[in-house]
């Protein structure tokens, strides 16, 4: 094992609080959704019961509803906003009132075909979790066809440029004041900056106000916009999960059906115009016009589009490591803030993942190699700077090291 591997699992088990990891202390001092799922990925190569101990922490907190929450409060953290009585969603533990993308199922089978026999009972006790989640994204945020996002941080990408033009329509104006403690721990001029903020809290305070009913926010809420991400990892997830059923002899004609109705969804993904896969603010019925690395997880998916596969090399190709989280060619492009151009090497494992199922293995490796670059020189950062590999935010990062166990590090 090479000193980057120790590396890597030292900082999975220093986040490690027992049964669920913390993205990296300080500045993420909760259990996170998809952040959780990965690490269970990194987990699963050297420990494969902490990793389904990861996932069923995660679970245990599923509303009745089937919605995994993005947030799990386990423990107080004073100074942190929003915290759990912000978002005061009556659950025990406290828990956000938004959800995250759901790769569970991909994750969950990825852990299962590293040990089969060990992880034969825990994945049978997880499918109707996974199952009961499905069914709560595709009866409630699969309305309109593609998926849905009712808050930024639901798509995972905060900030992106996909959400400007349903923020547009956010009044952030009266929002009760509060003090962010992002900004305390990695420099503000790579975060979302003030006025994105309040109205990601004034989306918040609406969701809180009609007590986080399904039906009142999709009717409702002052922002709700199609994501291609979140319709691509889904679609990934539901093939994953019929894997899975199958391999448990479980009926999968239910989890078919929601695939074949979210599939015939995705062209309406397609601006034309743009000639990609764009977000699109239903509220307006107006197209974000932005070219995101969300619309390259098509490969991800299954979903073999020549026009985008052109795309992704002409981002890829402006950068120097790995896919930038926005068009680098784009006016709105900036390589240090957040999701508005930082490369990211969870997304860059996702995308690598697809690039593989579709044959394309020589552009998969480039995407590892890069990825592999970017955490020998910067460190296990939460993000990168894709021009100079400059590393960004948050360090000692969970999801970061465990790509590198899962992938990244992997030859």
């Not at 590396?7 to 959780?36: F, H």
């Not at 009556?90 to 990825?110: E, H, L, M, R």
């Not at 448990?248 to 015939?264: N, P």
């Not at 098509?298 to 596969?309: K, L, S, T, V, W």
Request: proline content about 7%.
């Amino acid at each position: 094992m090479n000193s980057l591997d120790n590396t890597a699992r030292e900082i999975l088990e220093r986040n490690d609080k027992g049964r669920y990891t913390i993205p990296t202390s300080g500045l993420y001092p909760y259990q996170w959704n998809w952040d959780s799922v990965l690490a269970a990925w990194g987990f699963a190569t050297f420990d494969i019961d902490r990793a389904w101990t990861e996932l069923e922490t995660l679970f245990n907190s599923q509303w009745d509803s089937g919605m995994v929450p993005h947030i799990i409060f386990h423990e107080d953290s004073p100074g942190y906003f929003p915290g759990p009585d912000i978002w005061d969603t009556g659950q025990t533990p406290p828990t956000s009132g938004i959800s995250q993308p759901p790769v569970a199922a991909t994750v969950a089978a990825k852990v299962w075909e590293m040990d089969r026999q060990a992880g034969a009972e825990r994945i049978r006790a997880l499918f109707p979790k996974m199952l009961a989640w499905h069914r709560w994204y595709h009866t409630v945020r699969c309305v309109h066809g593609p998926a849905t996002i009712t808050h930024p941080w639901e798509s995972g990408r905060d900030n992106c440029p996909d959400w400007d033009i349903g923020m547009e329509g956010v009044d952030g104006s009266g929002v009760l004041p509060y003090e962010r403690c992002d900004t305390r721990h990695v420099d503000p001029e790579r975060r979302p900056q003030k006025e994105e903020y309040d109205k990601y809290v004034a989306i918040l305070e609406f969701g809180r106000n009609c007590g986080w009913n399904d039906q009142a926010i999709m009717e409702n809420s002052p922002f709700l916009m199609t994501d291609p991400a979140m319709t691509f990892i889904l679609l990934r997830a539901d093939r994953d999960l019929i894997d899975i059923a199958r391999a448990l002899g479980e009926d999968t004609t239910e989890i078919e059906g929601w695939m074949a109705d979210l599939s015939a969804a995705v062209p309406s993904l397609w601006n034309e115009e743009l000639g990609s896969y764009d977000a699109r603010d239903l509220r307006r019925g107006k197209w974000a016009n932005n070219i995101s690395s969300g619309a390259f997880l098509h490969f991800y998916a299954g979903i073999r589009n020549p026009a985008m596969d052109k795309r992704i090399l002409d981002a890829w190709d402006a950068v120097t490591y790995g896919i930038p989280s926005t068009d680098p060619k784009a006016d709105r492009f900036e390589p240090q803030r957040y999701w508005r151009g930082p490369s990211w090497p969870f997304m860059n494992a996702l995308i690598a993942i697809g690039l593989k199922d579709a044959g394309l293995n020589l552009l998969a490796e480039r995407l590892r190699r890069e990825t592999e670059a970017l955490i020998r020189q910067g460190g296990f950062y939460e993000y990168f700077d894709p021009t100079n590999g400059a590393p960004c935010g948050g360090s000692d990062f969970t999801w970061t090291a465990a790509i590198w166990l899962a992938w990244a590090g992997r030859t």
